[in-house]
C-alpha cells in the first residue's frame, strides 16, 4: 500500500483533474473487523468489534447550488445528483451509498449543501471489512461537517444503517455502521446493540490482529443471510410464547432455550444456541483480549469457529482451510471467522513479533490447500470517522 503522503497526493491530483482547484476539507471512516460476535448484532446482541487502519476518505469542496458530484478513485466511476430529488442509480449503484445517505439525513430535517467530493479507499470491497458502511459513513460525516448538523456519532451510526436498509436495499445490523463512527485508536470496541452503548476495552499491546482474506466470495444477496435472520426470529418468537419478556435471543439463557428445546425445529434450536453462546464469548473474550489470557483467547475462538461451521453454518470449504493455516501458524493465539462468513476474511490473534512470520506460513499452507492466493496483513485498531487533517 502507499504511504499516507502519496494517497493525499494521488487524491489531490485526481481531484485537481476532475474539478479544477483543491478540496476544503477531507473526511475518513475506517472498516472494521468483528473480533468475537458473528451475526449477533441483528439478536440485540454484544460485538467485540475493531475499527482498522483501513480507510475510506472523501475529499470535497462545497457548492453553492444543491449538486452533489462524486467520484469514486477505486471503480474509476462518477455521477451528479441534485439534493431535491434523490433517485437511486442503476448506472452506477455504489453511488446509492451516497445518495441514500444524503436522503436519509434530509427526510430527518437536516438541510444539506451539495459539493464536489472525491472518494478513495483501502477497505477491500465485499470481503467482510465493511468498505460499505466505511462509504456510508465517510459521507455522513462529510455532511456533519460540512452543514455544521451536530450529529453524535451514534446517531450519526443509525442514519447510515437505514441508509443502507431502506435505500441501498441490504437489510444490515448496526455493528459495522456503529464501528466505523464510533471507535478509539489502540482500543477495541465492546459493543452493545440493543441499547447502542459501547465501552472501549484496551487491547494488549502484545496483540496483533491479522486479517486472513480466504478472497473467496459468495454474495450474501443469496438467501443466506436473511435466512439465518427469519430463523433466529422465529426461534425468539416461540421461546416469547413460553418465556414472557423475551423480544431477541438477547434475552435468552442456555437453560432456558434447552428446557423449550422440544418446541424448536432442529435448525433453529441450533441457530439460537449459537448466538447465545457466541454472546457469551464477545464479553469474554473482551477481558482475555485485556491481559492476554492466551489459553482463554485459544479457546474461545476455536469454540466460535465451530459454532460457526456446526451450529450456524456459515462457513464454506476455503474457511476451513484458511482456519487450518492459521492454526498451525507460528505465533498464533488464536483465530476465528469475521463478518457474515461464506468466504471472505478470517481474523487471527498473533503474538506481534510473530506477524511476518505468521503471513509467510498461512499465505504457503492456504494456496497448498486450496490454490488460492489468500492475502494476509496485520491491522492497527485505529480512531473513528472524522475530519482528516492534511498536510
Ligand atoms: P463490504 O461492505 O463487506 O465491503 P458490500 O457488498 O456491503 O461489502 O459493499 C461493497 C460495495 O460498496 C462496493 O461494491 C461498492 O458498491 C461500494 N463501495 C464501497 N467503497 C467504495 C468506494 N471507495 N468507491 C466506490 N464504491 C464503494
Ligand atoms: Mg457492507
Known sequence: METVSER???VRAAFATLYG???TLWVQAPGRVDLMGSHTDYNEGYVLTMPIDRTTWIAARPRDDRQVRIHSLNLASGESFGLDDIQRSEAAPWTNYVRGVAKVLQDEGYALCGFDGLVHSTVPFSSGLSSSAALEVATATLFNELCGLGLDPVRLAVLCQRAENTFVGV???ILDQYTSAAGRAGHVLLLDCRHLTHTVPPLHPDIAIVICDT??????????YPQRRAQCESAAATLAQRYPGVRTLRDVTLEQLDAARTLLDDTVYRRARFIIQENQRVLDLAGALSTKDVPCIAALTAESFAGARDLYEIVVPQMEAMIAAMRCA?????????????GGCMVAFVERGCVERFGEHVRAAY???????GTVFAVE???GA???TVG
Request: glycine share 20%.
Open 386 to 388: 472524522g475530519v482528516l
Open 367 to 373: 494456496q497448498a490447500a486450496t490454490g488460492i492466493e
Open 8 to 10: 493525499v497526493a494521488q
Open 21 to 23: 482547484g483543491e478540496p
Open 330 to 342: 507460528p505465533g498464533v493465539l488464536g483465530a476465528r471467522q469475521a463478518g457474515a462468513g461464506f
Open 381 to 383: 485498531a485505529a480512531p
Open 215 to 224: 478472497r473467496y466470495k459468495r454474495a450474501l444477496t443469496g438467501s443466506e
Open 171 to 173: 437489510n444490515c445490523g
